[in-house]
């Protein structure tokens, strides 16, 4: 499966670091995790909902290949209705996934974009040394993605 992720160059792409400094949707703060989306165009979309007024410059784009007998779903009944208002509903499910090393990968549901896929990418995991990055490419945003700059 190729998955796309949005970074800033601040950490190594696949290393998690910058995920084990804060709490996420999918994880508790002092874990390392791989956030990913199954596109680019929602890859954008989650990172966009956690930026700044001003959109930054150095973000690249890093095209992923997750080796598929690493992936594991998340079986759609184990959210409870309005799951996407629970942070620590999914929390618990991210770290109990994260301290099981179940698989390497975990496909979870978007927020961002019903029906949409983001992919959790484990690097503790024995299989993270068969990620592979195929494309790495500077990441340009639309200016139409904000309001322009109020006039000085």
Known sequence: MQVWRLASGAYPPLTG???RLADGRWHSGGRRVVYTSESLALATLECLVHLPVRLP?????F????PEGEIESLAPGLLSPGWQQHRVETREIGNEWLD?????ALLVPSVVVPHGSNCLINPAHPAAERLRVLEQRPHR???RLRPPEPPA
């Open 57 to 61: 410059a150095g973000y690249v784009a």
């Open 141 to 143: 945003w639309d200016p």
């Open 17 to 19: 670091e910058g995920a």
């Open 63 to 66: 095209r992923i290949e997750v």
């Open 100 to 104: 099981q090393q179940r698989s390497l």
